[in-house]
């Protein structure tokens, strides 16, 4: 049996607080999912090495793990190898422990990239630096850049029959432009390699530029159904 995700993701705005985030983390590989900062998804393990992986977190005390995507969600054993080296470090916010698998909430909490391989088996534990933003330029300009990127992101929900409701207020009270850019790209169609690469933009400006092509490109395919 693969590993999960359990109904749809959803994503907020992350209050900015200080969080003390280990430097060595235990690696779980996400099938199908780029998670972003501030999402928030609901997940399964049934693999008998990420059973074991949550299991250790929990008696060990530590929520923190390292969430990053596979490079080919085909794969049905991953290993280290088979996982993007820029992830997120995620937060076990719950877990239920059924007989056949385990249930859990996971957060992104901060970008983060694997530097060390400290373990393979039975499952990966690694050693991660911690990616910050980048923040360039006139912040008048970043900000007008923000403000278009939801109003296109607006126009694209208002296209889109499936577009799950209140997400365009939602995303209009979110203020910080990494958060806009994060936000948006966890909840739009775009692949998993796309997203990755976004994950991997530091450049909050490059970012939402990426972004809004995409969703320029988007809202003119909607237009013409």
Known sequence: MSDQAVGSERSGNLEH???E??????VLPMRGVV????MIIPWQVQRESTVKLIDDAA????????LAAMRDPEIPEPGIDDVYKVGVAGYIRMMLKLPDRIQLMLQGVQRVEITEVLEREPYAVVRVRRLQDVKTGDPTELDALRRTVIQTFRRMLELSP??????ADTVANIQDPSDVADFIAANSPLSTADKQDLLETLDVRERLTKLLKFLTREVQM???Q
């Open 59 to 66: 008696a060990k005390g530590n929520r923190f793990i390292c």
């Open 35 to 38: 998670v972003f900062p501030g």
């Open 21 to 26: 985030i280990p430097e060595v983390l235990s």
């Open 17 to 19: 607080q200080p969080v």
């Open 222 to 224: 909607l237009e013409l």
């Open 162 to 167: 499936q577009a799950p409701e209140g997400m």
